[in-house]
């Protein structure tokens, strides 16, 4: 499956074009920052299950074309680390890339086959979901 971890639970498996638009709204309620008239925000988690390589980059991106609302997920793969004090140096890129409109999701291109998808996105939701609840205990007063 090209170095992504197989989701251990096969209830988490759905609709990658519903998964797409979860994620979309878990991003889309961190907001847009100040002065952006666009969508950005990265994360660093591990999806592909090996310490070696550490943690793969997501970055996640969204604006308006055309009154279209264009959403991609690109993913960073790294080597294995030669050393503690780094990342790494990137060894793969991937993408997903999308039209969304109302409730719906059209992926455009895709270096994922479905199957893929299918245990990815998933991870990348599940992912996301923490990193937001560690920034809320982070920001919340004492």
Known sequence: MNGIYRAKNEEKIKDPEKIIL?????VK???????????????HFDLDGRRENREEH???????????????????????EGSKNYQGLA???KDIDCLITENTVEIKECSYSQEDLKTL?????EGIKKEKELLKMI???E
């Open 58 to 80: 997501i970055l996640v991106f969204s604006y308006f074309s055309k009154n279209q609302q264009i959403f991609s997920i690109q993913i960073t793969y790294y080597e294995d």
């Open 29 to 43: 309620d961190m907001g847009q920052r100040e002065g952006e008239d666009f969508l950005k925000r990265e994360f």
């Open 91 to 93: 060894k793969d890129i």
């Open 121 to 125: 996105l998933p991870l990348i939701l």
């Open 22 to 26: 979860e994620i979309y709204d878990e």
């Open 139 to 141: 920001r919340q007063p």
